[in-house]
């Protein structure tokens, strides 16, 4: 019996091992799903326990329309230099007369036989032959244009205004530095009248002549005998006042038919005469005469009717005869009758500012 019982032990029944063995298997299963399900559970619970990420909303996209913005230049790369600032225009300095006359003027001085040109005066001069009553009768005719009134002056003998006082002319050209001048009026062998030269008032008195004014508006006038008012020119700012004649052109520009001149006068002479087209423009004329074969002279009508063709709105006859000469570049440039050095008294000249040289009493 014992025997028996011992032999049981050893070999249990075939049905609880396999139930056993069942047991174990789906327990083994169960723990193999458990972990198989489980872990993803796990991983997905983990995940959604992590804080959730901060978002920036991104800016518009661009169209194709807008230009793309360019990088910003590192410091590396060096800044543009600073444009230069525009300069401000040059002023311009010229004086309405040489605005309005540019073209006879140049920068540079530029000298020639018959001509002169600068930034302040220019000066062409031509000689015709021309036929008169009395003969064949050369004349030098003198194209003025100047920069200022400034530049049209007087000068004196000897640098003063006195009485009888006379200078051989090159000697009164040469100390004015005159790039071109004419004999004056005589003025120093003239008792009364009303005379002046550059601003400075040498007589006033009652004249029985034709009397031409420079005015400091460049303006020249003439006045008749008779009709001379002394007071209405001083108050007019007058700088230039010539006591001789005669006038020889009327308020329209016309030659006159009468002059009021002596019998010498009258006669055909060397002549001097002043011209004025408008402020800023003048003319010199010298008519070389009394030479047999070469050059007669004019009347008095001729003289008119040349500053008419000349077209001329001003003209006034100055001391003829043996004074009449012209003076260009420091030499004579035209012929004094019977070959004389007649001193004059004064001259008509016109100079760069910058050179004149001023006589005692020029205001």
């Not at 009021?260 to 010199?284: I, K, L």
């Not at 709105?313 to 009449?324: H, P």
Request: hydrophobic letters at 35%.
């Amino acid at each position: 019996m014992s025997h028996s019982k011992k032999r049981n032990r050893k070999n249990p029944p075939l049905g609880g091992v396999i139930v056993t063995d069942i047991l174990i298997g789906a327990l083994i299963l169960a723990v193999f799903m458990l972990f198989k399900l489980g872990l993803p559970i796990l991983r997905a619970q983990a995940v959604s326990y992590m804080p959730a990420p901060q978002i920036t909303a991104a800016p518009p996209a661009e169209t194709a329309s807008q230009p793309t913005e360019q990088p910003a230049e590192t410091a590396s790369v060096p800044a543009e230099p600073t444009p230069e600032p525009t300069p401000e225009p040059t002023p311009d300095t010229r004086t309405e007369w040489q605005i309005k006359y540019a073209e006879h003027f140049t920068d540079e001085v530029v000298v020639t036989e018959r001509s002169y040109t600068s930034q302040e005066v220019s000066v062409s001069i031509e000689t015709r032959t021309i036929q008169a009553e009395r003969g064949e009768t050369v004349v030098h005719i003198a194209d003025i244009y100047v920069a200022s009134i400034d530049n049209f002056r007087t000068a004196t003998a000897n640098n003063e205004l006195k009485y009888y006082s006379t200078q051989d002319v090159m000697e009164i050209d040469a100390a004015s530095n005159a790039i071109i001048a004419i004999s004056g009026d005589f003025y120093a062998y003239q008792p009364t009248g009303l005379l002046m030269r550059n601003g400075v008032l040498y007589r006033n008195d009652p004249t029985g002549c034709d009397v031409c004014v420079l005015y400091a508006d460049g303006v020249m006038a003439t006045y008749r005998r008779g009709g001379v008012d002394n007071e209405a020119i001083l108050a007019a700012q007058p700088l230039q006042i010539w006591n001789f004649g005669p006038a020889l052109l009327d308020e329209n520009g016309q030659a006159y038919r009468s002059f009021q001149v002596s019998t010498a006068v009258g006669y055909p002479n060397p002549r001097s005469a002043v011209g004025y087209y408008e402020p800023g423009h003048y003319c010199f004329v010298v008519v070389d005469g009394r030479q047999a074969g070469y050059s007669s002279g004019l009347l008095i009508p001729e003289l008119a009717q040349l500053f008419q063709d000349l077209g001329c709105t001003v003209a006034y006859n100055l001391d003829g005869g043996g004074s009449a000469v012209m003076t260009f570049m420091h030499a004579k440039y035209s012929r004094q009758s019977n070959g004389a050095d007649r001193p004059l008294s004064d001259i008509l000249l016109v100079a760069e500012t910058g050179l004149y040289t001023k006589r005692e009493g020029d205001a």
